[in-house]
């Protein structure tokens, strides 16, 4: 996907902050942004860096992370196609506090703020929905801050293999259909999305504790591991782990 050939408008318009966006809008908005290229380990911010625009992330993936005084990294956020962030810290007129780095070769889409705050003077419910995103974001953050609090290392890592399955579709079926029609989950394979050092640290674990627990369910029969791929035969059974 070549930037000079994209349809920034369009692109936009399927964007769930903008999806309300009359064609005139969606048109001036445009004008404010910029497409970025990355290479897999380019910066696109580092902290200290002035924050005056906010970013969707269109192909590849973007890792947020904080470095310790001592050089050690912590991710904190890993940012997929349709992603976009920074968005809360880009009104507060300060610089980047993380970093952002291209995990991947990234298309990155900049949204600045100047084309924002007119867009917001114009139609005051732009700012209603750019509030629900920043909401949005904070939640998970601060459900993010209550697992590392309160799960296990290994309840984490189950969390993170079932992450994208709805807590519903976990919930054991009722008594008439077990055995019959729905009564449990097909198996699923999903492949890691980054290496698995850097899952570890999002999880706030050691890559060494990730690869034990890894090992351990694969000794209980319930994930296999072939590299980055992971077949789970059973969800609901992982679940039932993960509650113990």
């Known amino acids: 996907m070549e930037p000079r050939r994209f349809d920034l408008p369009r692109y936009l318009s399927v964007l769930p902050l903008f999806q309300e966006m009359a064609a005139d809008e969606l048109q001036r908005l445009a004008a404010g942004c910029r497409l970025r290229r990355l290479a897999r380990g380019d910066h696109l911010f580092r902290v200290g860096e002035p924050c005056d625009e906010f970013h969707v992330t269109v192909t590849g993936q973007i890792k947020l992370f904080a470095l310790s005084p001592a050089g050690q990294e912590k991710v904190i956020e890993l940012l997929g196609p349709g992603t976009s962030f920074a968005e809360a810290l880009m009104f507060t007129g300060r610089p980047y506090i993380v970093n952002g780095q291209a995990l991947a070769d990234s298309l990155v889409l900049s949204v600045g703020k100047a084309a924002v705050v007119a867009e917001i003077e114009r139609d005051p419910r732009f700012a209603m929905r750019m509030l629900a995103g920043i909401s949005r974001r904070l939640h998970g953050l601060v459900r993010d801050v209550q697992a590392y609090s309160l799960h296990s290392g290994m309840q984490r890592v189950i969390g993170f ?84």
């Open 161 to 244: 293999l079932l992450r994208d399955l709805p807590e519903s579709a976990l919930e054991d079926p009722a008594p008439g259909l077990r055995g019959g029609e729905g009564a449990g989950l097909r198996e699923m394979t999903i492949s890691l999305p980054v290496s698995k050092a850097t899952i570890a640290s999002r999880l706030s674990l050691t890559p060494e504790y990730f690869s034990r627990v890894l090992h351990e369910l694969a000794a209980e029969g319930l994930i296999e591991v072939d590299k980055r791929d992971v077949r789970i035969p059973d969800p609901r059974a992982l679940a039932r782990y993960q509650a113990q």
